[in-house]
């Protein structure tokens, strides 16, 4: 039997509409070249709607892929849902990939049009002779480094001058597609994850939960995460539906630049990487700024150190440690604490912030031992493969057939290790391909790199297996000594350290001083060329 | 171009294995006969899987109408999810429906078995004779009453009993119904409600949003409002879905009773219609209870008094006004108060928050001139039809032919009048049928009343239009005065204390001294009857 409600498509139309008639006066406020643009949802409402018109006219239809290659702005936020209300498909561009990838990614989506900030002009000019499909570039103010390169172009204001300020939107089915993002892995060429409708409005709503991320028409947020990284977390998404105030930084991502605005703007709600919190907190030493609105920093992307957390408290700075992939939309789990945790001793908090925390109603996980494929036991201890499924998580990439084994028995692969304790609480201890088998047993890569790099001579440290007759791997750390520390700093010493701090078979077999240890283009750590350079 | 992300259904079956494995410490508390009745979701999940065993075995199958007729209790908790986890569609019965009504309910839901509390054994064992398809009673407890007519009947607890304690749930569509409720109109039969597990999925969703009701993990909620009138206004399905803690009141709805069980159990948020609140202001007026720890009352099904308001708000208490229907599952809208009025003087905050607010996301509306069809401008004054849709807003009746006029284009016509404020933010001001047209102009019997149950000789007021040749419509007014009065008051009196409020011709034309005024099933004024005998 049926039930009798509504078939009614879960739609960005919906926020869309929502947002412009009930929220016509709350602001959207951009960092600019000039200083500050300000401006209402009524106004973005209506530019919004000429965007559409422009790119109808132009001749973009549904399910066309149209990209974008710029910072956090308010025109982007109106390219944000321009695009998917007509049907069509947002592709915001990583900025910060390689020039190759950058290529592969527009070709294997299709781009028919990219929107580009002026000052990123020149980054698009050098690869776009190598871009088969893309019949248009709209350059989003001044651009004055420009070679002209990009052809033909126009001014974005121009392009939707003139144009009607309302749209009549056309009737979509709420599983079409509406925005994609290219996950950037270690091997192989970038994966394209396609968000639908549905995907974004349930992740939006996941985001407006009080156990969510809380977002609320009461909150100012500014997404330090950029638009072109899983939409921002899906923070514009969300905060467009509850009628938040938005705060976009642009391009200025200096700490004391992004603090300023901050506390000029009453921010309560913010979120980004790691790094950035870490920057934040260093300059806060030095800077006297009142962050006393700022309720959550909700900070994911890599695990947060229990430092951040720490330094961050004693600032009175809440923050919040989320995980997700781009293919989880990307919010798939938070730590917040429980109730009956509330009253735990500081140093107990602090233990419990450092976890992934709760996964959000619509995501389903299993932790999967690696070898047998049973489920461990929820004991905070056995390790085993994260694996989700949801509503809101990819079942597939775009136009790619390497990546079926990713995608198993309805479950996305995460790639995670996880530990989960009896209540369901989730940690990450290391990605599947990066953790060392000793004898049997797993040990964490990402813990013992965490607790060198707390050794004051060190400055960064990688941890990678290496074979070994009698127990298959043994770890080895790869290490970099800080400036003053080079050539004064001994294999011994670190075991000596590590040694109250982990079980004996964790010790690393062996150290290795190197100069640095080699990053991907995103920054995280590059193992597979440490393994290839240890491996004999 | 569709999306790639899972097809992964909204169900309850997701909210279940949720709540059963993230939360297995939580509380489920419920007041019985013999004081306190406590157990966590762990022993909750495992009796809910219990009885889904036992109604299966039992030959009840997809589709069925599994009927409850009972209190807020932990066996109710039990029934709300084994039953549409099964697939098959809980029915909640009205316990304080005339008998007539629901025998016609059950017959045109076809309901197979109904589950009954003890104490109400007598009650359904008066229509057991004329119940049609009913082919089972389990009964919830004692019943000291019975005469034994409810044949063939099982305890609950025999019913469940040795069944195994987990369940591998068939895999539903999200459309499949969930569960079925029926409105109680004051004209014709009552109409039946049929919720999906999508919509009820949505909904849970919407009340846990930080702008819904905000339920989290942290909160212990109260449900006053009972679990046969329209879901608990979906308080139990987003409690469990979030991990909250319940405290269900049982039978035990005296106001001291319910305010001694949320000051002993900390509860944080209850819901319910204002007379239970006007009750518990009363009883607070005389009684030193610590209720520190509740932080918003949802209340909704009519409209909340100013005066309760003020009153609640003068013991440190928040009441939050919600609007919705059966039809609209039923939270469509509520009122919080913007970012940009939490500074205005508490008069104006009085003000607001007598409205009925904000819609949520996923509800759509709009206001209709009653004559013309159009849309009514939103300037706070223009009256018009309240008519909404969304995913979780009904599109029929079950097994109903008379009402396809109620579902137009789309919008369920709600029957409400409504003027809206410019940033979209409703108040109700009449029924439909109850307003009056005064010279081609509009006068609502809901203020005109209110107004008149202010005057200190007056206990209850209903207003209603009257035939006039010259205005074809003016307002009578039909009061009954406060016993101490009899006799003592007058038209002109009355009159002239309304004077200040209210233009000069919403004046009533007369007024009417009665005895009482009729009341339907459910209390409401029953201005059908009025009409009928004033219309000379």
Known sequence: MQGLMMDYPLTLQHAYNRAVRIF???????RTEDGIHRYTYREWGKRTAQLAHAL???GFQEGDRIATFGWNTYRHLELYFAVPC?????????????A????????NAEDKIIFVDGDLVPLLESIAGELKTVKQYVIMGEAPQSSGKLHPSVDYESFIANQPETYDWPQLDENTAAAMCYTSGTTGNPKGVVYSHRSV????????LADGAALSERDTVLPVVPMFHANAWGFPHAGIMMGSKFVLPGRFLDPLKIAQLMAEEHVTVACGVPTIWIGMLQMLEREQLDLSSLRAIYCGGSAVPRSLIEGLNHKNLNIVHAWGMTETSPLASLCKLRSYQLDLPLEEVFRIKAKQGTV????????VDMETGQEVPWDNKSYGELQ????????????????AAKFAEGWLRTGDVAVVDEDGMLQ????TKDLVKSGGEWISSVELEGLIMGYHKVLEAAVIGIPDQKWSERPLACVVPKPDYVGQITKEEIIEYLTPHVAKWWLPEDVAFVEAIPKTSVGKFDKKVLRARFEA
């Open 56 to 58: 109808h006219n132009a």
């Open 86 to 98: 007509l049907g069509a498909v947002l592709h915001t561009l990583n900025i910060r990939l390689f």
């Open 24 to 30: 016509p006066r709350k602001e959207i406020v951009t």
């Open 428 to 431: 990450l201890v290391d990605r």
């Open 360 to 367: 959000l109603p619509c995501v389903d996980f299993r932790v």
């Open 100 to 107: 190759e990838q950058l290529v592969y990614i527009i070709n």
């Open 388 to 403: 989700v499924r949801g509503p809101w998580i990819a079942r597939a990439y775009f136009a790619d057939t390497e990546s």
């Open 201 to 208: 409005f349930l992740h939006s709503m996941g985001v407006g």
